[in-house]
């Protein structure tokens, strides 16, 4: 009976050993997965911030280049806004404005000689006006 109780108590050290074993292997495994993980998402995250910037400064200095009127009004410019705004990560988070704070990005087609009726001129904005 000594000997049966002996063989228990092995057998049991051995599976808790093992489980252990396992469990320390598998938390490891899980650590390497992770940082791996994260070091990718963090150059996906820095290369995406460094073509936004690269785009956003392109713009801003063809803006200043040409003018905001000239850019609006001329197909071929804005054409090159729109598809430098299409290319950003977050399509529709680039935004601008003229100097009547309206935002003219929302435009789908570009309009000749003049930036656009402000946001007063559409039907819900009337009660406002007044």
Known sequence: ?????LLFVVDGLSLWFT???D????????????QKTAISLEEMVRR????????????VVRLQEKGLAATVSSPEEWDRLRTAADTLPDPGS??????KADNITGIKSWIVGSLRDG???????EPWTN
């Open 19 to 21: 489980a252990r074993l």
């Open 1 to 5: 009976m000594g000997i049966l109780l």
């Open 94 to 99: 680039l935004w601008l404005l003229d100097d």
């Open 119 to 125: 946001m007063v001129g559409r039907q819900g904005f």
């Open 23 to 34: 469990y320390i292997r598998t938390l490891e495994h899980a650590r390497v997965i992770l």
């Open 48 to 59: 995406t911030i460094d073509a936004t910037e690269a785009i956003l400064h392109n713009r």
